[in-house]
T-cell receptor
Framework: DVKVTQSSRYLVKRTGEKVFLECVQD?????MFWYRQDPGLGLRLIYF???????EKGDIPEGYSVSREKKERFSLILESASTNQTSMYLC???????????????FGPGTRLTVL | TQLLEQSPQFLSIQEGENLTVYCNSS?????LQWYRQEPGEGPVLLVT?????EVKKLKRLTFQFGDARKDSSLHITAAQPGDTGLYLC?????????FGAGTTVTVRA
């Protein structure tokens, strides 16, 4: 069974704090993704990575950065947390280069981040 | 702006009834995926449709991909409380998926 784990289920931080969200997958997948999920907006892609040390901006990268030093681990960093970054953060991984028939994204359970 | 529009946003039905969820876009996708997400969990893939006009069945769930590969529908026959969840469609474009906002389905016993 593919497993994607996220370091925390719930997190409460203060405005201006630096926040690290960790994601680990155990299936040797090449691709890893970070999304945020907000009511009425669905999932929006923040960053993704298709190889170690490689990263690509998604649709909403502002205020975020990422790190992928090892294949199995993909970290999302909020340099200076703000209240509008309160959201559910979902990590996903997939094996292939192309999303589609042979490429399923497997999601972690999510981290609900509240910034006060 | 959402690339994929899902309708309705909310759907509440009685056990045993049928329901249909729609996913529409002005863009063409190489494939389209449907996910279901339960509270406190990440989305889980239900199906991928690739060919225009394709129909796939998964027990009581029927998925259809439009001929032009821009829209899709999910039909559930004789819904059960276990079908309750958030249904998300996602269009595939190389590495990435673009998600709709989702349809929250509640099936009352």
């Amino acid at each position: 069974d593919v497993k994607v784990t996220q370091s925390s289920r719930y997190l409460v931080k203060r405005t201006g704090e630096k926040v690290f969200l960790e994601c680990v997958q155990d299936m040797d997948h090449e691709n890893m993704f970070w999304y945020r999920q907000d009511p009425g907006l669905g999932l929006r892609l923040i960053y993704f990575s298709y190889d170690v040390k490689m990263k690509e901006k998604g649709d909403i990268p502002e205020g975020y950065s990422v790190s992928r030093e090892k294949k199995e681990r993909f970290s999302l960093i909020l340099e200076s947390a703000s209240t509008n970054q309160t959201s559910m953060y979902l990590c996903a991984s997939s094996s292939g280069r192309r999303a589609g028939r042979k490429d399923t994204q497997y999601f972690g359970p999510g981290t609900r981040l509240t910034v006060l | 702006t959402q690339l994929l529009e899902q309708s309705p946003q909310f759907l509440s039905i009685q056990e045993g009834e049928n329901l249909t969820v729609y996913c529409n876009s002005s863009s063409v996708f190489s494939s389209l995926q449907w996910y279901r997400q339960e509270p406190g969990e990440g989305p889980v893939l239900l199906v991928t449709v690739v060919t225009g006009g394709e129909v796939k069945k998964l027990k009581r769930l029927t998925f259809q991909f439009g001929d032009a590969r821009k829209d899709s529908s999910l039909h559930i026959t004789a819904a059960q409380p276990g079908d309750t969840g958030l249904y998300l469609c996602a269009g595939a474009d190389d590495y990435k998926l673009s998600f709709g906002a989702g349809t929250t389905v509640t099936v009352r016993a």
